[in-house]
T-cell receptor, first 116, second 111 residues
Framework: DTGVSQDPRHKITKRGQNVTFRCDPI?????LYWYRQTLGQGPEFLTY????????KSRLLSDRFSAERPKGSFSTLEIQRTEQGDSAMYLC??????????????FGPGTRLTVL | KNEVEQSPQNLTAQEGEFITINCSYS?????LHWLQQHPGGGIVSLFM???GKKKHGRLIATINIQEKHSSLHITASHPRDSAVYIC?????????????FGKGTHLIIQP
């Protein structure tokens, strides 16, 4: 399979619990992005990595959120002390950087989080 | 104020009709993307463009950089085209190209 994969596809948790999501990008892609999408809205940028370096974080990414890409391949997004407002679809995308050019991003199927 | 505005928000049309979805943006961009999202969440990239026009099958995307406007057209629409179509922009000026998205256009093609 050569696409972007995410695990799990669905997660139901109780408020206050910690959750971790995983994203496996397309293997030769050096950039990896995390987005969040709430019902009826377009996705919103959370953070991105170039190789293992986290280069930008959105103001949406509170202190309860942390993302890693330790070896420049897969990435994890952890949410601590989940709140009901964290319920959303968490999307991962990857791209191959081309200098001076906007990069086509390939999206995974998403992880749908429900916080009860 | 949203940096990316799409219209219409909802569109219902009959099979075979010519469809146009519009996108306006207010920032400098490196590229504009048109994406398709089906129920269940999966997003597919349709086009990435920074100038002119691109065509793929029955889909055509155009962009006018001076007017900061793009359109997505679907010719001979079919019920399987029913989906949410999202316009997104990558910002110019270096730094991240994490995309900024419009809210999407929910398209329903009736047989």
């Amino acid at each position: 399979d050569t696409g972007v994969s995410q695990d799990p596809r669905h997660k139901i948790t109780k408020r206050g619990q910690n959750v971790t999501f995983r994203c496996d990008p397309i293997s030769e892609h050096n950039r990896l992005y995390w987005y969040r999408q709430t019902l009826g809205q377009g996705p919103e940028f959370l953070t991105y990595f170039q190789n293992e370096a986290q280069l930008e974080k959105s103001r949406l990414l509170s202190d309860r959120f942390s993302a890693e890409r330790p070896k420049g391949s897969f990435s994890t997004l952890e949410i601590q002390r989940t709140e009901q407002g964290d319920s959303a679809m968490y999307l991962c995308a990857s791209s191959l950087t081309l200098a001076g050019w906007g990069n086509e991003q390939f999206f995974g199927p998403g992880t749908r989080l429900t916080v009860l | 104020k949203n940096e990316v505005e799409q219209s219409p928000q909802n569109l219902t049309a009959q099979e075979g009709e010519f469809i146009t979805i519009n996108c306006s943006y207010s920032v400098g961009i490196s590229a504009l993307h048109w994406l398709q999202q089906h129920p269940g969440g999966g997003i597919v990239s349709l086009f990435m463009l920074s100038s002119g026009k691109k065509k793929h099958g029955r889909l055509i995307a155009t962009i006018n950089i001076q007017e900061k406007h793009s359109s997505l057209h679907i010719t001979a629409s079919h019920p399987r085209d029913s989906a949410v179509y999202i316009c997104a922009v990558g910002h110019s000026g270096g730094g991240a190209d994490g995309l900024t998205f419009g809210k999407g256009t929910h398209l329903i093609i009736q047989p």
